[in-house]
T-cell receptor, first 108, second 113 residues
Framework: GIQVEQSPPDLILQEGANSTLRCNFS?????LQWFHQNPWGQLINLFY???GTKQNGRLSATTVATERYSLLYISSSQTTDSGVYFC??????????FGPGTSLSVIP | GAGVSQSPRYKVAKRGQDVALRCDPI?????LFWYQQALGQGPEFLTY????????KSGLPSDRFFAERPEGSVSTLKIQRTQQEDSAVYLC???????????FGPGTRLTVL
């Protein structure tokens, strides 16, 4: 089956710093989503981005489907950005596969 | 509008007990998914419904796990004879009619003692 990798696994940032999170996947996908899981466990939709580039405030994402990767950019990080960031891909059979996540800690 | 809701939010069961977890999807969402998330890991797919039809149950870990969505709206995940390894957060998601973007509920944290 499809494999999803995320890097880095852990990241510690000083408040105000920028970062890039990466998601690699091993096969063609129908769609890709980025989620933020907050410390209370809620999965929050960040981007639905099967291809191209999207921006929402301090966050932006780019997916290059032909090269099988997606990037999530966080600029001017805040302590509330802490948590785990997951990418999830959907195959043609509707099964959704999550990556292992990147655990982000933003320190003041 | 209201998001995906799940109940109960927390459940403690003694080993061997049966449990039932409920998911109310977003109104109008035809697709519904169940996931299991163990501590420190990403969610893992359990099963998928389109309306009342269970189209994929390949992720259910054993025959003790059973899911239903009889009227194509509310879904129930039932775990029979719970074991300690069933302890996890169970997440439900529903997706838009074009079956692409998923929205998650808050999850049910199951602890089996």
């Amino acid at each position: 089956g499809i494999q999803v990798e995320q890097s880095p696994p852990d990241l510690i940032l000083q408040e105000g710093a920028n970062s890039t999170l990466r998601c690699n996947f091993s096969d063609s996908v129908n769609n890709l989503q980025w989620f933020h899981q907050n410390p209370w466990g809620q999965l929050i939709n960040l981007f639905y981005i099967p291809s191209g580039t999207k921006q929402n405030g301090r966050l932006s994402a780019t997916t290059v489907a032909t090269e099988r990767y997606s990037l999530l950019y966080i600029s001017s990080s805040q302590t509330t950005d802490s948590g785990v960031y997951f990418c999830a891909v959907k195959t043609s059979y509707d099964k959704v596969i999550f990556g292992p996540g990147t655990s982000l800690s933003v320190i003041p | 509008g209201a998001g995906v809701s799940q109940s109960p939010r927390y459940k403690v069961a003694k080993r061997g007990q049966d449990v039932a977890l409920r998911c109310d999807p977003i109104s109008g969402h035809v697709s519904l998914f169940w996931y299991q998330q163990a501590l420190g890991q990403g969610p893992e797919f359990l099963t998928y419904f389109q309306n009342e039809a269970q189209l994929d149950k390949s992720g259910l870990p054993s025959d003790r796990f059973f899911a239903e969505r009889p009227e194509g709206s509310v879904s129930t995940l039932k775990i029979q004879r719970t074991q300690q390894e069933d302890s996890a957060v169970y997440l439900c998601a529903s997706s838009t009619p074009d079956n692409n973007e998923q929205f998650f509920g808050p999850g049910t944290r199951l602890t089996v003692l």
